[in-house]
């Protein structure tokens, strides 16, 4: 064990995270501004995804410092691409590009799509991940009115010469899995829940509405919160007064919620190298213990 004296400090890197978009990446630019100062000391984004795109967040994610590695997973794109598949399928090829990725965390950061147990159970590590799908070769019309980047390769993801953090050389499982929901525990989950929340108020159901990082599950916006914060409704609101109050609340929430998930994987790793540790003085004790044996029987 450990003395007073001794403190067992595993090496640390940098943690990587990876986040899911769908619109102009306000949030994820809230992580990239935070990422290696105080508010996310060890962690920086290494990739984003986006449903869409035309989605504002890709271009803040190549802007960025250094640019981060993007690719777009477009639903309709990959069942026109892909005859016969699925939502299902679309959901594994997003956790299967959310893999290649190689992250400590996942965030969904206004990702618009409810992901299916399939994109789940690939990240806790029950399921692998699907092959990476044969796709047939862009149309004339499709490379000439391209909006839609192609998926890059997986070495684009670990650019070698990049100032972007290590990839672990093992992916642990299960991934953390954490989602930004504008509305407070068991109210209004899914789609338009600021809407919701703003009628609601009108029709005096609600004093106010609130903002939420949770833990993603199976069941939609139900999983353990980890932030949660109160956020009032003014009689003369307009619902894009409402929306901007929500917005800069969760920019300050969406930070809060990754560093909690970061701190638990450092304690993680931590009891990890100390079991490690008790574990290897257990067996020189044992050892010690044997060769003492067979020196009183000789």
Same mark, same amino acid.
């Given at each position: 064990?450990?003395?007073?004296?001794?403190?067992?400090?595993?090496?640390?890197?940098?943690?990587?995270?990876?986040?899911?978009?769908?619109?102009?990446?306000?949030?994820?630019?809230?992580?990239?501004?935070?990422?290696?100062?105080?508010?996310?000391?060890?962690?920086?984004?290494?990739?984003?995804?986006?449903?869409?795109?035309?989605?504002?967040?890709?271009?803040?994610?190549?802007?960025?410092?250094?640019?981060?590695?993007?690719?777009?997973?477009?639903?309709?794109?990959?069942?026109?691409?892909?005859?016969?598949?699925?939502?299902?399928?679309?959901?594994?090829?997003?956790?299967?590009?959310?893999?290649?990725?190689?992250?400590?965390?996942?965030?969904?950061?206004?990702?618009?799509?409810?992901?299916?147990?399939?994109?789940?159970?690939?990240?806790?590590?029950?399921?692998?991940?699907?092959?990476?799908?044969?796709?047939?070769?862009?149309?004339?019309?499709?490379?000439?009115?391209?909006?839609?980047?192609?998926?890059?390769?997986?070495?684009?993801?670990?650019?070698?010469?990049?100032?972007?953090?290590?990839?672990?050389?093992?992916?642990?499982?299960?991934?953390?899995?954490?989602?930004?929901?504008?509305?407070?525990?068991?109210?209004?989950?899914?789609?338009?829940?600021?809407?919701?929340?703003?009628?609601?108020?009108?029709?005096?159901?609600?004093?106010?509405?609130?903002?939420?990082?949770?833990?993603?599950?199976?069941?939609? &916006?139900?999983? +353990?919160? #980890?932030?949660?914060?109160?956020?009032?409704? /003014?009689? =003369?609101? %307009?619902? $894009?007064?409402? @929306?901007?109050?929500?917005?800069?609340?969760?920019?300050?929430?969406?930070?809060?919620?990754?560093?909690?998930?970061? &701190?638990?994987? +450092?304690? #993680?790793?931590?009891?990890?190298?100390?079991? /490690?540790? =008790?574990? %290897?003085? $257990?067996?020189? @004790?044992?050892?010690?213990?044997?060769?003492?044996?067979?020196?009183?029987?000789?």
């Amino acid at each position: 064990m450990p003395t007073l004296t001794e403190t067992i400090t595993p090496e640390k890197r940098i943690r990587r995270i990876t986040v899911l978009i769908s619109g102009s990446g306000s949030n994820l630019q809230a992580l990239l501004d935070a990422s290696l100062t105080d508010k996310l000391p060890n962690a920086q984004v290494t990739y984003v995804l986006s449903s869409r795109s035309n989605a504002y967040g890709l271009e803040r994610a190549a802007n960025a410092s250094p640019p981060v590695p993007t690719s777009v997973c477009a639903l309709k794109t990959f069942l026109n691409r892909n005859p016969g598949s699925s939502r299902v399928n679309y959901d594994a090829e997003v956790a299967r590009r959310v893999l290649e990725s190689r992250p400590d965390i996942v965030v969904l950061a206004g990702w618009m799509h409810i992901l299916s147990d399939s994109f789940l159970d690939i990240l806790n590590g029950t399921t692998p991940p699907p092959a990476a799908p044969a796709l047939p070769p862009p149309t004339k019309t499709e490379i000439a009115g391209a909006t839609e980047p192609h998926h890059p390769p997986s070495s684009s993801l670990h650019p070698q010469d990049a100032a972007l953090p290590t990839p672990p050389l093992k992916q642990a499982f299960p991934i953390p899995c954490i989602n930004l929901h504008p509305a407070l525990p068991g109210a209004f989950d899914g789609a338009n829940a600021i809407g919701r929340a703003f009628e609601a108020f009108q029709k005096d159901e609600i004093k106010h509405t609130g903002v939420m990082i949770h833990r993603v599950i199976k069941e939609v &916006d139900r999983g +353990e919160p #980890l932030v949660v914060r109160n956020v009032d409704i /003014k009689t =003369e609101d %307009k619902i $894009e007064d409402l @929306e901007q109050r929500i917005h800069s609340v969760e920019h300050e929430i969406i930070v809060e919620g990754a560093r909690l998930i970061l &701190d638990e994987l +450092e304690k #993680l790793q931590l009891v990890g190298a100390e079991t /490690k540790e =008790e574990t %290897k003085e $257990e067996a020189t @004790e044992a050892k010690e213990d044997i060769a003492d044996k067979l020196e009183r029987v000789l």
